[in-house]
């Protein structure tokens, strides 16, 4: 079995007639948690969609576990075992919170079942308290929580988590990087666009960074704490 | 107008109503959850009727017409959501009227090459062909009783189906977030084809049984679908609820109108004018709430 759980290799997209990715190449190791970076508009949110089958990408290829994944549309890619907390949390505002989370609960790749509702809620007490309550009636740092935790639900090998903490007060945020923690723990892969520097590259185990559509960093966090010029101008930090 | 005449007229503006909600509720979810504005609604209506009195001729049957009717109509809708409407989600509306309108020629154009342009009428079936005598020389028909009680109990399955099944939350989670729903691992097209035959269905069982208490004529299928998108429109574009009150209350009206006699300064409003009276109730209701009476604010 190879290490490599989901690699993407040379891919292209448009947006109308603006070229988003210009060739993005990277891949994802089996229980690897990888920080994706760069400014606004780069091309971090495009290229988590095109691997979870939202938004078409021009050319370039997707494999996961081994097998094409470049032409299975979304639900499919769900099951095989890519999970997705999308920018904006993705609540589905007319359920409550206890619908949110049974909708997600399926059984992960060959059957693994690490994640249950119940270990959901222990995870996260907070939930716990608001099980009837609608989605739109969550706080921002409830919402993220849910988001998650619906994720996880789907018992993944690799999830997808678009600003794991924008816009959460910092004892929130803080909450959310331990559970992160967890889900590393747990053996899940991660892919994670955040902008707490900080947070992130200590957290990850690599760190890809984006500048306008192209990865111009993919290696081991600690490296690029060692480059504060690049930071600066690619991040901003 | 005496106590009992005013029951009766009111059971009847009931019963209209409710059968108004069936065909509205399928034209509202297809809206509110897929989107699509599907004008061809009416004609499976009027193919639901057509339907109904071949079948009974054929098998010499109400209900098991009924059944086979409802069997053919989801086969159709099945089929129709893979051929047409399944590329019409990502489009605009305009293009949704289109299709659907293109839908509405082809099938009175099929009606007429299959049933001919004649007016038929099915007779009522032998089970429900009686009357409730309320005085001496009024009764209320069994017939339009059933009709009613079905249509609750579909309307009360429907509202348990959305809340309450599994089914019913991913068409809510469809709703509010299609791509979300999708990233969790739900096959929502096959929901969306679901749902649409569902409509379908319900259209076409609609018109089934109201064959035998109206005739069943080529234009019937446009004049259901006028009333059926003043009902949504009042109802407030995608909600069940909204569908449900407005289709009571277009029934009753549309009813009343027809048997009051209203004259206000030597003007004959009713019935003269009751062809309006759902319109004008509209154009109210539209001025205060432009959303209707339980539409979300765009």
């Not at chain 2, 035959?197 to 006028?226: E, N, Y």
Request: hydrophobic share 50%; net charge neutral.
């Amino acid at each position: 079995m190879s290490n490599t759980l989901m690699s993407v290799t040379d891919l292209h997209s448009h947006y109308g007639l603006s070229h988003v990715l210009h060739g993005v190449t990277l891949e994802i190791k089996r229980g690897e948690t990888v920080a994706l970076m760069g400014r606004n508009g780069m091309g971090k949110t495009t290229l988590i969609k095109c691997l979870m089958g939202l938004v078409p990408f021009s050319s370039g290829d997707i494999r996961f576990r081994e097998q094409d994944a470049k032409s299975l549309p979304t639900h499919m890619l769900a099951r095989t075992g890519v999970a997705y907390v999308p920018e904006g949390r993705g609540i589905f505002k007319n359920l409550t919170v206890k619908e949110n989370l049974l909708l997600a609960a399926r059984l992960g790749f060959e059957g693994r079942r690490e994640w249950t509702f119940d270990r959901v809620l222990d995870s996260f007490p907070r939930l716990k308290e608001r099980l009837t309550h609608g989605g739109q009636q969550l706080s921002g740092g409830e919402q993220q929580m849910l988001s998650i935790g619906r994720a996880l639900l789907t018992n993944p090998d690799l999830l997808l988590l678009d600003e794991a903490t924008e816009g959460l007060a910092p004892l929130i945020a803080q909450e959310i990087w331990s559970i992160i923690n967890v889900i590393k723990k747990s053996g899940i892969s991660t892919l994670i666009v955040d902008k707490n520097f900080k947070a992130l590259s200590k957290i990850s185990d690599r760190c890809a960074v984006m500048v306008k559509g192209e990865i111009v960093f993919d290696d081991i966090s600690s490296k690029l704490i060692g480059k504060p010029e690049a930071l600066k101008s690619w991040l901003g930090v | 107008m005496d106590a009992v005449t005013f029951f009766i007229q009111t059971m009847n503006g009931i019963q209209y109503g409710l059968l108004l909600f069936l065909v509205a509720s399928g034209l509202t979810l297809i809206f509110g959850i897929m989107g699509v504005i599907n004008i061809a609604h009416g004609s499976f209506y009027m193919i639901g009727a057509y339907l109904a009195w071949s079948l009974m001729g054929w098998l010499g049957n109400f209900w098991l017409g009924l059944f086979v009717g409802i069997v053919v109509a989801f086969l159709l809708g099945l089929i129709l959501e893979w051929l047409f409407i399944r590329f019409l989600y990502d489009r605009d509306h305009l293009q949704q009227v289109l299709v659907t309108y293109g839908l509405i020629l082809i099938f009175s154009e099929l009606r007429s090459v299959i049933w001919g342009d004649d007016v038929h009428s099915v007779a009522i079936p032998a089970l429900l062909d009686g009357s409730i005598q309320l005085t001496d020389n009024l009764a209320y028909p069994v017939y339009r009783l059933w009709l009613s009680g079905i249509c609750v109990v579909i309307a009360i399955l429907m509202f348990l189906g959305i809340q309450h099944t599994r089914l019913g939350m991913m068409i809510r989670a469809g709703e509010s977030d299609r791509e979300m729903t999708k990233a969790l691992g739900i096959n929502i097209g096959l929901v969306y084809r679901f749902i649409f035959a569902l409509g379908v269905s319900l259209a076409a069982f609609s018109g089934m049984i109201a064959a035998p208490i109206s005739s069943i004529f080529p234009g019937m299928g446009g004049q259901i679908l006028i009333v059926s998108f003043v009902v949504v429109v009042i109802g407030g574009l995608g909600s069940i609820k909204g569908a449900m009150v407005a289709a009571l209350l277009v029934g009753l009206i549309d009813t009343f109108g027809k048997v009051m006699t209203l004259n206000i300064f030597g003007v004959n409003i009713f019935p003269e004018m009751a062809g309006m009276s759902i319109f004008t109730l509209m154009a109210v209701i539209l001025l205060f709430r432009p959303q209707g009476i339980f539409g979300k604010e765009y």
